[in-house]
């Protein structure tokens, strides 16, 4: 394949929030080969003037479910695989349409569907897959159910034997599960045994939770990274700081399923729940980014609220300047995802991930809130998923 060079690119730097004038980025076999002064030359480049335009990395969604494309459970269980897989492909589609060039999936994807992005069947994000999700009996989730240490090893074991990334556990209650919200799963034995398991492949056990009390157990006994975490407390920003840990709060789903055209039947309790977390989940933002604790982007969508994966962005606006919101979104999400380098930022040696945006991100975040208007160039892996220039 010939090199592309993007000439003219103001090129934006996620660490340290800053835009660099008059780049060039040649990409060769899919990878990012070189960030050059403005005249870069190769003979047999494809060559596109960006005229001054911002390109950035491509986006990181560190929590989808790529495999809900309905939020009717029991809908979703009645699909025959086929027609559950042409479900699936629609929806990566949908989300690399919208920036994200890389997804980690927390429950649902498997192998199989990684599989079928890398050798090109589906055309969508680079996915970071576990397996099943693991929650005790009356756990909250569409679950493996796993009660003791052999259990939740044996279904580590089996997991990491099909080539997870990570593996989640449900270590509190939630908001469509019947399992009060402050109701604890799991004793610490059975943590620190799938903490155990998991470093044991090299891997990381991701804690869905949502109060102090259970993030807190959650990150004391080893757990990488907190799902949710929406009624976090001072607590708790200690103790992320100690352990190295990662916050991925997901605001999008909480305010998708709250609007009223919400194609949802949530009980009245869960109703409560949602309103109640919803507006807590801005308050622990605010709180663990003014403590500097790391963040990644988050959305936890299902069915069609996927739509509004990009809305995550405008909701953490309110607390967030747009350099911290664009920091986790990429570099941050390659962290947790062990991609760094590779993924999140536009340096040598990564994979050509890219995004023209018509304006500056870093003074409007909105523009990715906007994706169909805003974003004129998408590319995945050097390939053009989109080029309107
Ligand atoms: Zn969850
Ligand atoms: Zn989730």
């Known amino acids: 394949m010939n090199p592309i060079i993007l000439r003219n690119a103001t090129v934006l730097d996620p660490r340290a929030g800053e835009l660099i004038p008059d780049r060039s980025v040649v990409i060769r076999n899919g990878r990012i080969e070189e960030v050059a002064d403005a005249k870069a030359h190769a ?77 090109g069947l589906f ?104 799902e ?32 009223e055209d919400a194609p949802h039947a949530l009980s009245a309790e869960s109703l409560a729940k949602l309103h109640h977390v919803r507006d807590a989940g801005i308050q622990a933002l605010a709180l663990a980014d003014r403590a500097g604790i790391r963040i990644g982007y988050g959305t936890d969508l299902h069915g069609p609220l996927h739509a509004h994966q990009s809305m995550e962005f405008q909701l953490r606006s309110q607390v967030q300047k747009p350099a911290d919101i664009l920091r986790s979104a990429t570099v941050t999400g390659a962290e947790i995802a062990g991609l760094v380098g590779s993924v999140g930022e536009i340096v040598p040696g990564a994979h050509a991930d890219l995004l023209v945006v018509d304006g500056n991100p870093l003074e409007d975040i909105g523009l990715l809130a906007d994706p169909e208007r805003s974003l004129l160039l998408i590319m995945k892996g050097g390939g053009f998923v989109k080029n309107t220039l």
Request: aromatic residues 8%.
């Open 43 to 119: 003979g047999d480049a494809t060559v596109i003037d960006l005229r001054g335009r911002v390109l950035m990395p491509g986006l990181i969604d560190s929590h989808v479910h790529a495999t809900q494309a309905s939020s009717d459970f029991a809908e979703l269980r009645s699909w025959s695989p086929y027609y559950a897989a042409a479900r699936v492909s629609r929806l990566l589609r949908e989300m690399l349409l919208r920036g994200f060039t890389t997804v980690r999936d927390m429950g649902g994807a498997d192998h199989g569907v990684a599989r079928a992005v890398e050798e």
């Open 123 to 226: 055309e969508g994000p680079r996915v970071l897959y576990g397996g099943p999700i693991i929650a005790p009996t009356g756990g909250h989730g569409l679950t493996e159910i796993c009660d003791g240490e052999t259990e939740l090893r044996r279904a580590i074991r089996r997991q990491m034997a099909l080539g997870a990334h990570h593996v989640k556990l449900t270590v509190s209650g939630g908001v469509i599960s019947s399992m009060r919200i402050d109701a604890l799963g799991f004793s610490e034995a059975e943590i620190r045994a799938a903490v155990d398991e998991a470093a044991l492949a090299h891997r990381y056990v991701a804690g869905h939770a949502y109060t102090a009390e259970a993030v807190n157990r959650a990150l004391r006994w080893g757990v990488r990274t907190i």
């Open 228 to 259: 949710h975490g929406n009624l976090i407390d001072g607590s708790s920003i200690e103790l992320f700081r100690q352990h190295e840990a990662f916050y991925v709060p997901t605001l999008a789903s909480f305010f998708a399923l709250a609007r």
